[in-house]
């Protein structure tokens, strides 16, 4: 069974900086685009970063020059270096990923972790 685990979320001041870490574990074939994606209360899920098998990166607008998505592919771990956090950054941060479990005559199946939350206090 395939799951996605999320870590790093917490607290921090407006300008200062989280490392999220998402690992994912099980019987993994392959491991195809990971990324990020939050959701604060009361708004739609948004992409935030992503990441192909090839090292292509996309970032939303908001977050660009001050995120960094990447990825360790030994480790099936993808992260997102966060910094000059904003109180507009608060929400909670689900990975996602794309995978291809062992054995799967389907092709890749999308994954979503349980999610971290950020707070970010002005």
């Known amino acids: 069974q395939v799951q996605l685990v999320e870590s790093g979320g917490g607290l921090v001041q407006a300008g200062g900086s989280l490392r999220l870490s998402c690992a994912a574990s099980g019987s993994i074939f392959k491991l195809n685009a990971m990324g990020w994606y939050r959701q604060a209360p009361g708004k739609r899920r948004e992409l935030v970063a992503r990441m192909t098998s090839g090292g292509t990166t996309g970032y939303a607008d908001s977050v660009k020059g001050r995120f960094t998505i990447s990825r360790e592919n030994a480790k099936n771990t993808v992260y997102l270096q966060m910094n000059s956090l904003e109180p507009e950054d608060a929400a909670t941060y689900y990975c996602?990923?794309?995978?291809?479990?062992?054995?799967?005559?389907?092709?890749?199946?999308?994954?979503w972790g349980q999610g971290t939350q950020v707070t970010v206090s002005s």
């Open positions: 996602n990923a794309d995978i291809v479990p062992s054995g799967s005559y389907i092709g890749p199946i999308n994954y």
